[in-house]
């Protein structure tokens, strides 16, 4: 049997001839960038996430650069954030001048450890982001709490976690704001590169739009140092299919997950741990095991495709020496880094797949 790690044809087959008819309905309206679709679909994202703003923009990465300019986060400052997240996190940071501060994952759930936020606090801290990595959220309410204590602004990188819920709460609402991709693989994703930010702050809102407009508010009124990073018509139309959707696809993921959870049985494999009172929607399943390699040789000769988020922790890409930092100084993002495993997760996954996928993992037998 063939099981792909990622498949869109389910989830496109139920929405091809929506996806097509709102195309054609754009080129008809020979508007392409700021116009009907990209509104229509930042006021449909901020109801569905229960927030007052949602400014569309390129990518996630310009998602996080906006928000980060916006609140004036530049040279000299200091922003926290975990060290075995994608490289998109720390480059933004980068980008507008800001040097990251690394801090250790919880190794249980992949995301951010706020019990070793403080100790890196410095005079020059101006900023937190928590990554809900994989789709499930980062533990907010000390994050929040310890921002608050510190009067540190708090941007969310939800790239991963489009739906998912803390203590109820949506994930991307809880601080100064969020910021959201919607690179085709996402849960919700568009069929090209896309991106969001979302807040209550109005004001902010306002100038993140405007930096995102080559810094205008106005035609040739230029307040602000901008970037050319707009949600163009076509993309905006694509998300305004897909997301009523979105509850759904993301509830078979949790199915999927609640099968993996409960009937992986193999010692040799660690499985993620779920805080209380939270709804991932596992945009990736991440196993841990000593035998990467192994495992993922013997998946791949049954036909089971896998992948590695991340192989190499940000302290240590080449990219980033110049943070100072070196090997051994994160030791659980680095293990994370060499043990971490991907299993097959998406909307479309059989029964019969999820099957032949837990029996290969349970039959492993490491040498």
Not at 197 to 210: G, P, W
Not at 292 to 297: I, M
Request: charged share 25%.
């Amino acid at each position: 049997m063939k099981v792909p790690f990622v498949d869109f044809h389910s989830m496109h087959s139920q929405v091809q001839k929506d996806l097509e008819l709102s195309c054609d309905k754009v080129i008809k309206s020979n508007w392409f960038i700021q116009g009907e679709f990209c509104k229509i679909f930042e006021c449909n994202y901020k109801r569905y996430l229960g927030i007052e703003n949602c400014i569309g923009c390129g990518n996630g990465l310009d998602a996080l650069v906006l928000s980060l300019k916006a609140l004036s986060i530049g040279q000299g400052d200091e922003v926290i954030l975990p060290a075995n997240t994608f490289i998109a996190t720390a480059l933004a940071v980068t980008y507008t001048g800001a040097t990251p501060v690394l801090v250790e994952p919880r190794k249980d759930t992949f995301n951010i450890d706020p019990s070793k936020i403080e100790a890196v606090i410095t005079p020059k801290t101006k900023a937190i982001i928590p990554v809900h990595l994989y789709g499930q959220p980062a533990d907010m309410d000390p994050i929040m709490k310890i921002a608050n204590r510190h009067g540190l602004l708090v941007i969310e990188d939800t790239a991963q976690a489009h739906g998912a819920k803390y203590h109820g709460k949506t994930a991307g609402t809880f601080g100064n704001a969020g910021a959201f991709s919607f690179y085709p693989g996402k849960n919700l994703g568009a069929l090209g590169d896309a991106g969001a930010v979302v807040t209550d702050n109005a004001e902010l809102a306002d100038k993140i739009r405007a930096m995102g407009n080559y810094g205008s508010r106005k035609k040739y009124v230029h307040e602000f140092k901008g970037q050319n990073s707009r949600l163009d018509e076509i993309q905006a139309a694509f998300l305004n299919v897909k997301l009523p959707h979105l509850d759904t696809w993301n509830e078979e993921r949790r199915r999927i997950a609640r099968r993996y959870l409960s009937e992986i049985a193999n010692p040799a494999i660690i499985l993620p741990s779920v805080i209380d009172d939270v709804e991932p929607v596992w945009h990736i399943f991440a196993i841990r095991t000593k035998d990467r390699e192994g495992l993922q040789h013997y998946l791949e000769e049954k036909g089971i495709q896998t992948g590695i988020h991340y192989p190499t922790p940000i302290h240590l890409h080449e990219a980033y020496k110049d943070l100072g930092y070196k090997k051994g100084d994160f030791p659980i993002a680095e293990e994370i880094s060499v043990t971490e495993l991907s299993l097959p997760m998406f909307y479309g996954l059989t029964d019969e797949q999820i099957d032949y996928v837990i029996n290969a993992i349970n039959e492993y037998n490491p040498a």
